[in-house]
């Protein structure tokens, strides 16, 4: 059911960033820069891929390669209901690359992505942290 303070699907828009992808040729290396250089701070690591806190947008480091495009950099949306926001963007035309699905279970939520491509072809996302059950 609605609450009253949710948006209709036609005033519904992507608005907050949850996290930013780049892609580095060296994950190691692009590490102890952002982290050692720059002083951010590391949340976590696993291999080829780093995450940093950026005052609570996280900035996700990757290998260069990429198998589903050639955009060096995707931008991920924080929804909070990822098939509602996955039916409001087809209603109006935006093709989604890659349905909704879960990419890691963690200890107390599951994070789901949705991807899709803006006209000039730059991969984004939308990551929503999901109960599970």
């Known amino acids: 059911m609605e609450s009253?303070?949710?948006p209709s699907a036609a005033e519904w828009g992507?608005?907050?960033i949850g996290q930013i992808a780049v892609a580095v040729s060296d994950v190691d290396r692009a590490l102890s820069f952002y982290r050692d250089g720059l002083g951010m701070k590391l949340?976590?690591?696993?291999p080829n891929l780093a995450f940093f806190d950026c005052g609570g947008v996280r900035l996700m480091l990757s290998d260069?390669?990429?198998p589903s495009g050639d955009s060096p950099f995707c931008i991920y949306y924080r929804v909070s209901?990822?098939?509602k926001a996955s039916a409001?963007?087809?209603a109006r035309g935006v093709q989604l690359e890659r349905e909704p699905h879960c990419i890691a279970r963690m200890p107390d939520h599951e994070l789901w992505?949705?991807?899709f491509r803006d006209p000039d072809r730059n991969?984004?996302?939308m990551m929503s942290e999901v109960s599970p059950g």
């Open 4 to 6: 009253d303070s949710a």
């Open 14 to 16: 992507l608005s907050t």
């Open 43 to 46: 949340l976590f690591q696993f």
């Open 64 to 66: 260069s390669e990429k």
């Open 81 to 83: 209901d990822i098939e």
């Open 88 to 90: 409001v963007l087809r």
């Open 113 to 115: 992505m949705a991807f």
């Open 123 to 125: 991969l984004l996302a």
